[in-house]
Each structure stands twice: as structure tokens, then as C-alpha cells.
């Protein structure tokens, strides 16, 4: 895992909501970063109804909140339900992967920040 010594790492990152825009990486899903730091990167996800993720893996531990909406996940051998309040961590390096039941808001976490996410 990396680390970053705590010199390299602003006191404070404040973000506000006009200074990010979505883009879509895919069809069907949208996406903004927010405050980040290299430790750590939060990310907003918007899917539609429909909307099925390649399974990937990726060094990165991920923190997974569901604002709204019914997705299901795989992650390893393991499949889900997660609905609106929902949360569960995937440890770097696992497979997994999700779909939309319904249109859905998520908000990763994670660490150390994603460096491909970044434009």
C-alpha cells in the first residue's frame, strides 16, 4: 500500500459542489470527483436503471455508500442486494462488480486516491 508522508498532505481540501462537473466513463454512469487528497478520494456515481459495470479488481481499498436507488453487487464469490443506506468496504485487489435495479447514487471512498480517475 502507499503512504504519504503527512508533509505531502494539505491540512484541509475543501471542495464545493460548482467547482465539479460529471463526466460519463461509460454508458449509463456518471461521475464526479470530490475532495481528495493522495491518501483518499471521494467519488459520486450516478447510474441508470440498467446500468451493468464491467468486474474488475483494482490496488485500492473502496467504501461503498448508497445515497438512493437498488443495486446489486458481486464482490469475490459473494452476491448482494444494496439499497439506500447501505455501506460495505471491498478490499483492494478483489473482483467485483455491480448493476442497476433502479437509477441509483453511490458514494465510493477510496485509498489511496484512484491516480486513473483523475483527468
Known amino acids: 500500500m502507499i503512504h504519504v508522508q503527512k508533509r505531502d498532505v494539505p491540512d484541509l481540501v475543501r471542495v464545493s459542489s ?3 462537473v460529471f463526466f460519463t466513463p461509460e454508458p449509463g454512469l456518471k461521475r ?12 459520486e456515481h450516478h447510474m441508470e436503471l440498467g446500468w ?3 468486474r474488475h479488481s483494482h490496488p485500492h481499498d473502496q467504501l461503498v455508500y448508497v445515497i438512493s436507488g437498488r443495486l446489486k453487487f458481486s464482490c469475490g464469490d459473494e452476491e448482494f ?21 433502479e437509477p441509483s447514487v453511490v458514494l465510493d471512498v477510496f ?9
Open 52 to 54: 451493468a459495470g464491467a
Open 18 to 20: 460548482r467547482e465539479v
Open 81 to 101: 442486494e444494496a439499497r439506500a443506506g447501505d455501506s460495505f468496504v471491498v478490499r483492494g485487489g478483489v473482483e467485483h462488480q455491480a448493476w442497476a435495479f
Open 111 to 119: 485509498t489511496p486516491a484512484r491516480e486513473d480517475y483523475r483527468p
Open 32 to 43: 464526479r470527483i470530490l475532495a481528495q487528497n493522495p491518501n483518499m478520494m471521494l467519488v
